[in-house]
């Protein structure tokens, strides 16, 4: 299974797996551009879906029971996954990660109750 497919909708436009683009980002701003995805699940062990929301949890925030939304960096997304493959059977238990372009979180609706801490504002931790 392919983490990258052209996409059909010219909306979308921007690659999140765009290394080029990542080195000129870290290259004007000092530091390097944060990317977001959603993550799903479907863990069958009780243990293992715990030890995989807790490693989530650390990345980014639970927007469903079995979803989170993550904003990290290329470095960390691959940390990110290599944690994840280390935690789950891959033949019982599957876990998705879908990249989110930019034009795309801009045409985002929240409805219903917001969630504690939106992970689309910026936050400055002192």
């Not at 979803?67 to 238990?93: K, N, W, Y």
Request: glycine share 4%; proline share 6%.
């Amino acid at each position: 299974m392919a983490l990258w497919t052209e996409p059909d909708d010219d909306e979308f436009f921007e690659d999140p797996f765009d290394a080029d683009a990542d080195t000129l980002a870290t290259l004007l701003t000092g530091k390097p551009p944060m990317n977001r995805y959603v993550v799903s699940y479907d863990i069958i062990d009780n243990r293992r879906r715990v030890k995989v929301a807790n490693c989530l949890d650390s990345y980014g925030q639970r927007v469903q029971k079995s979803v989170f939304e993550v904003l990290i960096s290329r470095q960390l997304h691959a940390r990110m996954v290599r944690e994840l493959t280390a935690l789950i059977d891959p033949g019982q238990d599957r876990i998705s990660i879908y990249p989110q372009c930019g034009s795309c979180d801009a045409r985002r609706v929240d409805l219903g109750v917001a969630p504690d801490k939106p992970v689309h504002q910026n936050w400055i931790i002192v």
